[in-house]
């Protein structure tokens, strides 16, 4: 991780990521799976199945799948691995050092081996495991309201969407007590969810802020559950 030393108008730090010359211990590392599958299927449901990760680079990360039921009619894609290791948080600070991801995909979303051979289907998915191991690979952390763009420019995530960024939050639809846990050991474990951003709105967050943003969200009935075919919350709006 690299401090750039830029601060965007909203005042909010941006980090430039590159490897360190500090060794990395690449040997991949295990969560403890059994108390965030226990976790996932009191506080959210059933598990239908775990994506197993064959290969493994810093941490293993397999995806748990709990599927969409009538009365919650989105699919919850949880890893289980990026916790395998702390975060490398600000000095000080209350920021938990343990994390998982999650991201609620529609009902329609195809969850096949077959079907993410097509990466119109498995970019959240890449995208889930990519973000778990950037914290252990550049000694960073991730939190609620990071942003983190498809490249520079960034470009969209798959065939089909024009969203190119991500950003870091808290689920709305997901009671509050499925997105904490405590491990094995005691340590808190926060489990973040993934909101897919169109470009100009990661560029509205860093310029206005994170509470802006939001606001925007909520006139334009932007949901946390992926819409691959959303409009930017912000057409239409006049830029200061």
């Not at 039921?69 to 938990?96: I, K, N, Q, Y």
């Not at 998915?125 to 952390?141: F, Q, S, V």
């Not at 005691?186 to 897919?196: D, N, V």
């Not at 994170?210 to 959303?230: E, H, K």
Request: hydrophobic letters at 40%; proline letters at 8%; aromatic letters at 8%.
């Amino acid at each position: 991780m690299t401090d750039s030393g830029d601060t965007s108008k909203s005042g909010a730090k941006i980090l430039r990521h590159s490897a360190s010359d500090a060794p990395v211990d690449r040997a991949p590392a295990h969560a403890d799976d059994e108390r965030i599958s226990e976790h996932v299927t009191a506080a959210i449901g059933p598990i239908e199945m775990v994506f197993h990760e064959i290969v493994s680079d810093l941490v293993h990360v397999d995806v748990h799948w709990v599927k969409a039921t009538a009365e919650r009619p989105f699919h919850v894609l949880v890893t289980s691995g990026m916790s395998a290791r702390p975060m490398t948080t600000p000095e000080g600070s209350d920021v938990a050092r343990f994390a998982e991801l999650m991201v609620l995909l529609p009902e329609e979303w195809r969850l096949t081996q077959d079907a993410w051979r097509d990466e119109r289907w498995y970019w959240p998915i890449r995208w889930l495991k990519m973000l778990a191991r950037l914290p252990h690979e550049y000694r960073t952390w991730l939190g609620v309201g990071h942003t983190i763009p498809n490249g520079d420019p960034p470009s969209p995530f798959g065939p089909g969407t024009d969203l190119a960024c991500m950003l870091v939050m808290k689920a709305i639809s997901l009671p509050m007590e499925a997105q904490t846990a405590t491990l094995a050991d005691g340590s808190e474990l926060e489990l973040f969810t993934l909101y897919p951003l169109h470009e100009d709105e990661m560029r509205f967050k860093l310029e206005e802020g994170l509470d802006a943003l939001l606001d925007a969200f909520d006139a334009a009935g932007v949901p946390d559950v992926v819409d691959a075919s959303r409009p930017s919350s912000l057409a239409g709006r006049p830029r200061r």
